[in-house]
């Protein structure tokens, strides 16, 4: 089965190695329960990768597992007297239970039936010092997702939920390991080794953290992203496992302090995808480095912010461009002479737009924004007239928006970021929006400038900056994901919601509050509160949500 735009099937016909069955079960489940780990490729066992271990709260509630001694009733899940599968412990876990792993391997010959799904706020751990590897889980089953339809995975992960110190392979023909769907789980010291097609895949909103992992030898990718998601991959090994990553749709990962090496390429970029990249090693892939197709603006580094990667001792090629467009490279190691495409080493000029009228806009939902925005000079265009609608916008472009817009009264002393300094060509901007108490700083002292910035942020720096009394919470209702605002932030999406602030597009109920807020949306929550403040003329929109 072929999907529109990102085409699992044939990429992985056309780019992958051969998808073939897995015929050594026997042997990975021997090594397992004798503690002798997954049998990686030696190279990749060499790969240091920091073991970050999570301590478990006093006052959580504990479930233990143990395949060879553990029994399925009630009145187990102790320490003593274990659990025999995962999938009768998840049955039993509410929000806040760890369920803890023995070492050895969970199959449908142990009584797993697959897929499992953690529930929300759960944390599914074996050995995180071992990346999981001697604590196998192994197998699959029919899963019907909403953007993908049948798939055949090893586990779902819900909201809020932890997965660490655990293997997966899932040797079904099309096999992932985890899926990820509109979910924001925290995925960390784990492998994914000999999954059929891919470790995880992460579609519709999802918004996972997939850290200090280790892919290999998996038959099509590491891991597969698609649709409107997003997330954070960063410290993850990915070695000999087809395309290390395959980032495909409207997705836009940050993808940061990864090892991409003996994959097919390490990264293919494909439909419309933005993803960020930072600080990645990308070298001695049998083909290219990273591959660019059809539509997509990979983020190789700004003029804010290097790229810092090194992209090396490819095959073929380190960049290869076969878009009609131009990437920007901008402060990475890379051999202008193993680059194909157009591909520029400097970052481009920003454009006023001039009249406002951008080619990429015209018949966008949110053109009229953008366009009025523009003509007040507030935001800016790219090369060629375009507006590039669907990138993300870090922390200090918003500033520099706000401080544009609203040219804020200073409220409060300036603050000094640890980690920009009066140079910083986003300084003046940081320093307006925060004194005008539009936004603040990290806790550890930080202000983190080019880090995208989510939507539920824009909302609460609008609310807070243009001093909206709290909102009633009620008007949350409207949202089908509403829950997902956090704790913090109700009050302050509450009012913007009341004054007409927040524009949805496509769907009014769909909030998506922990996405990276695009260019076009900033656009259209800037100028609604324009609006607010009495500084620009309403501009009808089916999208802005009205309260009830």
Same mark, same amino acid.
């Given at each position: 089965m072929s999907y529109q735009g990102f085409q699992i099937d044939r990429l992985l016909q056309r780019y992958c190695?051969?998808?073939?069955?897995?015929?050594?079960?026997?042997?990975?489940?021997?090594?397992?329960?004798? *503690?002798?780990?997954?049998?990686?490729?030696?190279?990749?066992?060499?790969?240091?990768?920091?073991? $970050?271990?999570?301590? %478990?709260?006093?006052?959580?509630?504990?479930?233990?597992?143990?395949?060879?001694?553990?029994?399925?009733?009630?009145?187990?899940?102790?320490?003593?007297?274990?659990?025999?599968?995962?999938?009768?412990?998840?049955? &039993?876990? %509410?929000?806040? @239970?760890?369920?803890?792993?023995?070492?050895?391997?969970?199959?449908?010959?142990?009584?797993?039936v697959f897929p499992l799904t953690v529930p929300t706020g759960v944390t599914l751990r074996g050995e995180e010092a071992e990346k999981g590897q001697t604590v196998a889980i192994i197998g699959g089953g029919n899963l019907i997702?909403?953007?993908?339809?049948?798939?055949?995975?090893?586990?779902?992960?819900?909201?809020?939920?932890?997965?660490?110190?655990?293997?997966?392979?899932?040797?079904?023909?099309?096999?992932?390991?985890?899926?990820?769907?509109?979910?924001?789980?925290?995925?960390?010291?784990?492998?994914?080794?000999?999954?059929?097609?891919?470790?995880?895949?992460?579609?519709?909103?999802?918004?996972?953290?997939?850290?200090?992992?280790?892919? %290999? &030898?998996?038959?099509?990718?590491?891991?597969?992203?698609?649709?409107?998601?997003?997330?954070?991959?960063? *410290?993850?090994?990915?070695?000999?496992?087809?395309?290390? $990553?395959?980032?495909?749709?409207?997705?836009?990962?940050?993808?940061t302090g990864n090892r991409m090496t003996e994959n097919t390429d390490g990264l293919y970029i494909n439909d419309s995808a933005r993803p960020i990249l930072r600080n990645n090693t990308i070298?001695?892939?049998?083909?290219?480095?990273?591959?660019?197709?059809?539509?997509?603006?990979?983020?190789?580094?700004?003029?804010?912010?290097?790229?810092?990667?090194?992209?090396?001792?490819?095959?073929?090629?380190?960049?290869?461009?076969?878009?009609?467009? @131009?990437?920007?490279?901008?402060g990475n190691t890379i051999d202008p002479k193993k680059v194909a495409g157009r591909v520029a080493f400097a970052a481009p000029a920003i454009t006023s737009g001039g009249s406002g009228q951008f080619a990429d806009v015209q018949g966008h939902w949110a053109q009229a924004y953008i366009t009025a925005l523009a003509k007040r000079k507030i935001i800016s265009g790219f090369p060629g007239g375009m507006f590039r609608p669907d990138d993300s916008v870090t922390r200090v472009q918003f500033a520099a928006i706000i401080d544009k817009a609203f040219a804020p009264s200073a409220k409060q002393q300036a603050t000094r970021f640890k980690d920009i300094n009066s140079s910083f060509w986003g300084y003046s901007a940081i320093q307006s929006a925060?004194?005008?108490?539009?936004?603040?700083?990290?806790?550890? *002292?930080?202000?983190?400038?080019?880090?995208?910035?989510?939507?539920?942020?824009?909302?609460?720096?609008?609310?807070?900056?243009?001093?909206?009394?709290a909102g009633s919470t009620s008007v949350l209702s409207k949202y089908r994901d509403g829950?997902?605002?956090?704790?913090?932030?109700?009050?302050?999406?509450?009012?913007? @919601?009341?004054?007409?602030?927040?524009?949805?597009?496509p769907a009014l109920v769909q909030l998506n509050p922990t996405r990276q807020t695009t260019r076009a949306e900033v656009a259209a929550f800037v100028y609604q509160a324009m609006v607010n403040a009495g500084k620009a003329d309403a501009i009808a929109s089916p999208y802005v949500v009205l309260a009830p």
């Open positions: 190695p051969a998808v073939s069955g897995f015929t050594h079960l026997g042997l990975v489940v021997v090594l397992l329960v004798s *503690g002798q780990g997954l049998g990686l490729a030696t190279s990749a066992a060499q790969v240091k990768v920091p073991v $970050l271990l999570a301590q %478990t709260p006093l006052s959580a509630t504990l479930l233990y597992v143990n395949p060879a001694s553990g029994t399925d009733a009630p009145g187990a899940g102790t320490e003593v007297t274990p659990y025999r599968t995962i999938a009768y412990a998840l049955r &039993q876990a %509410t929000p806040g @239970t760890y369920v803890q792993l023995a070492r050895g391997s969970y199959t449908e010959a142990s009584g797993e997702s909403p953007t993908f339809a049948r798939q055949n995975v090893t586990l779902q992960a819900g909201k809020d939920t932890e997965i660490r110190g655990v293997s997966f392979t899932n040797p079904n023909t099309r096999g992932t390991g985890i899926w990820v769907e509109s979910v924001n789980p925290r995925i960390q010291n784990c492998t994914f080794n000999r999954n059929n097609r891919e470790g995880i895949f992460i579609t519709g909103t999802g918004n996972p953290v997939i850290v200090d992992s280790v892919f %290999t &030898q998996n038959g099509g990718n590491g891991i597969s992203v698609a649709n409107r998601a997003t997330g954070d991959i960063s *410290g993850n090994v990915f070695q000999n496992t087809g395309f290390g $990553l395959a980032i495909g749709e409207k997705s836009a990962p940050k993808v070298e001695n892939n049998k083909r290219d480095g990273i591959v660019v197709t059809i539509n997509a603006q990979p983020d190789l580094g700004t003029a804010g912010s290097n790229g810092n990667n090194v992209i090396r001792n490819n095959r073929q090629y380190d960049l290869n461009n076969t878009t009609s467009g @131009t990437l920007y490279s901008v925060a004194r005008g108490g539009f936004m603040r700083g990290y806790p550890d *002292g930080g202000f983190k400038p080019n880090q995208a910035i989510p939507r539920v942020e824009v909302l609460v720096a609008l609310s807070s900056g243009l001093n909206f009394n829950a997902q605002i956090p704790s913090w932030a109700t009050s302050a999406v509450a009012a913007a @919601t009341q004054r007409k602030i927040v524009v949805n597009y």
